[in-house]
């Protein structure tokens, strides 16, 4: 039964029940016949629906505009940021306005995350093409320089892998963030100190290139998804390893990771350099999505990246995780 039919029925019935008792009542106690009691009780019944069909309508008149208003949306095409609810008619009950006033709420706040996606990926497709092209054209020039001596063809590689290093790093972090808003972390417990001296191996080499040193203190363990927090702490890692002049250490202190070097420190707040694709001075090489990952690895799991005081005298961020006991 529809709403209209449902509103009309009780309309009705609290229009006709009253009159049907009262006409019984006097009906038992007078002597008259009952075929004159019988057709008043049939003629309130008629003009009881009729009441009910009409004030149905009106009452409903409102709600069947803001439907047809959002069926007006439905069919316009054009873009989403042009898609604004058509003014009533006539003013609609308070009820109805608050129902308009929250539509047109979350119709903003859908063109709101419409733009940031279109912005984040704007920037990814910018982000993503300028390693990848300067990869080629570096190539390209390899290909050509038939003279080149083995030392700049080395450097020439190097510079390939290092850009190309760069366009996995962002498909990295998108891989961890599509994750994320797929399903929540799967939990096990992982041994912190054992991940951060993995994870230094891999990067052993280029340290070593730029005479940094690498090290890790302390110990400790945490429960999480060991491929989301491995990748938090490779950000890290490589944030530290990009600004380095001389050192980087990983301290572990139970359920948490501080990484710090001896470089400038942060050109910016962390809230401001934890946003997707924004970069401060000297982020040459960063996919502008690291510290956002960790950021989002760190919430996942019920933890937070905070700014710290090391005694390298740069920059120094800890990421905190749940303790090993959390289910």
């Known amino acids: 039964m529809s709403l209209r039919a449902r509103l009309a029925l009780v309309i009705a019935l609290l229009a006709f029940l009253p009159n049907l008792v009262l006409a019984l009542l006097l ?22 629906a009729l009441v009910g069909y009409f004030l149905a309508n009106s009452l409903l008149r409102p709600l069947e505009e803001f439907a047809r ?15 604004r609810l058509p003014p009533p008619k006539e ?20 063109q709101a995350l419409l733009e940031a996606r279109e912005a984040f990926y704007g920037a990814l497709a910018h982000d993503l093409k300028t390693p990848l092209l300067s990869a080629i054209r570096a190539l390209e020039y390899l290909e050509g320089a038939d003279a080149l001596g083995k030392a700049q063809r080395v450097e020439l590689l190097r510079q390939v892998k290092e850009e190309l290093a760069r366009g996995y790093r962002l498909v990295e972090n998108l891989l961890a963030l599509s994750r994320l808003e797929a399903k929540p972390p799967q939990w096990e417990t ?36 060991r491929l989301l927090v491995e990748r938090a702490l490779a950000n890290l890692l490589e944030n530290a390893l990009r600004h380095a002049r001389a050192r980087v250490r990983v301290r572990v202190e139970g ?17 401001a350099l934890a946003q997707p694709f924004r970069q401060g001075q000297g982020a040459r090489g960063s996919s502008g999505l690291g510290l956002y990952t960790v950021k989002r690895v760190a919430e996942a799991h019920g933890g937070r990246l905070t700014p710290c005081a090391g005694s390298l005298g740069g920059a120094c961020l800890r990421l905190e995780l749940p303790p090993p006991t959390r289910l």
């Open 27 to 48: 009906g038992l106690a007078g002597e008259g016949p009952w075929l004159p009691l019988v057709l008043w009780l049939l003629l309130l019944a008629g003009l009881s």
């Open 190 to 225: 992982l041994n912190l100190r054992a991940l951060a001296e993995d994870l230094l191996l891999r990067y052993r080499e280029e340290a070593g290139r730029r005479g940094l040193r690498l090290a890790v203190e302390g110990a400790g363990l945490t429960r999480g998804e």
């Open 91 to 110: 003013p609609p009950p308070e009820e109805i306005a608050v129902l308009r006033r929250r539509f047109e709420e979350l119709l903003a706040r859908l």
């Open 255 to 271: 359920n948490a990771l501080q990484v710090e070097d001896d470089g400038p420190g942060l050109p910016l707040p962390l809230e």
């Open 69 to 83: 208003a959002l069926a007006y949306l439905s069919l316009r095409e054009g873009p989403v940021s042009g898609l």
